[in-house]
């Protein structure tokens, strides 16, 4: 298993849709793992972005907060940063975006990840806001959420791309966050357009999913009620 | 990662579906991931057992043959042993023995390993006949299987257990092996009979999934199309 080509995640999507939303790793756990991610914490405390093994939570009051390393979190995606320049962009949205990396990279039945540092304009963030126990469904957890925009920024959007295949694991497709250089701005990214940047990426070989094993909570929960793609893209889309 | 608590997979169920059947792990690559495991070759060149580290291959003329480094592999799950006893058996077909496992382990939602030293009866196995390219597909080249059966029989089951949600990436629920302590015997386990029997079990927190990333005609094929859970459960069931 290669350092530069493993993506980690801890916990699945899946288990966020019935509420399964307790810490189950720490960030000091989760940072022997990359330098470089996203990920929430209990309760969908917030939207995280990791850069440079800082790991930065957008709360939703839109405050950037650097977090301990005794944070706990039910859900993260983490990888040891090594990327490549694969383009330089002006003026394309979202979606123009993301067709172009797929027709770029030949990667759409892997795991990679995206970095694009540049100004963005009409940009629109969300960050949930923490529920407690006992802990509701994502579906009404993220109607709690707060939404932010911004007309200009500079910043970093942090992406990873999941196949079709590992949907209800991870998101298939995108799974942007993002933060301002100013660190006055961030969190998951619903809406982008990408003035101009440098997007450069880092394709993995390996998927290495780690599962609570010890939560007694998620050991027995029965998914086979839980209508997980449709909430999942409801909630992340 | 702990070396006793991952499970490692070469490729998906998913890309045997449309006839993916190209070797892209070698067994000497594979064996740097565990001691024991299942898979198959090349054009599903038989089915693949490995016990104490040593990679035996029930081909289509039901021989059982022991393979060399450079057999190379579609598709393979590895570990590293570290059974701990569950419970002793008598006299219980598959479905039960499946159900009671479930219900002893509470472990549905996360992978694990099962292994079964006995006296089986009414033992069937399939083993199915290596294709060349052009490859056909999985159901196409699921016709060309020999089955095997044995009224009464010493040996080992191999199982993996995998959660409904990585149904695609994996079989969901049991996948099961089998070799006679005589080598004569074994296969895919079609269905099976257990006489007498030690089972145990272990547990895994890690599903280290490891793509052909290297291979072009998986990274190109477009998977959209596939039936592939309707697929792998008739040809894996």
């Known amino acids: 298993m290669g350092k530069f080509t ?6 699945t999507l899946a288990l966020l849709v019935p509420g399964l939303l307790k810490g189950t790793l720490t960030m000091g756990n989760l940072l022997k793992h990359g330098d470089t991610g996203i990920g929430t914490g209990e309760g969908l405390d917030g939207e995280l972005i990791i850069l440079d093994g800082k790991p930065y939570q ?11 390393d005794s944070f706990i979190m039910p859900f993260a995606n983490i990888h040891y940063a090594q990327y490549s320049p ?11 975006l ?4 797929i027709s770029l990279t030949h990667a759409a039945n892997t795991f990679f990840s995206i970095k694009i540092t540049g100004s963005f304009s009409n940009v629109k963030t969300r960050a949930v806001k923490k529920s407690v126990p006992p802990f509701h469904t994502l579906a009404e957890t993220a109607r709690n959420q707060s939404i932010f925009t911004r007309d ?5 959007l942090i992406s990873y791309y999941s196949p079709e295949l590992f949907d209800g694991a991870a998101v298939a497709g995108f799974h942007n966050h993002f ?5 006055r701005f961030g969190g998951h990214l619903l809406d982008f357009h990408l003035d101009k940047g440098e997007v450069s990426y880092q394709l993995f070989d390996t998927f290495e999913q780690h599962l609570p094993v010890s939560n007694s909570e998620y050991m027995s929960h029965d998914f086979s009620r839980d209508n997980i793609a449709n909430d999942i893209h409801n909630a992340e889309g």
Chains 1, 2 share one sequence.
């Open 86 to 96: 694969l383009v330089e962009l002006e003026n394309v949205g979202q979606d123009e």
């Open 98 to 101: 993301e067709k172009q990396i």
């Open 152 to 156: 200009q920024v500079e910043g970093t």
């Open 58 to 68: 957008v709360d939703s009051n839109g405050n950037v907060n650097l977090v301990s």
């Open 179 to 183: 933060l301002a250089d100013d660190h």
């Open 6 to 11: 493993t993506l980690y995640q801890h916990g």
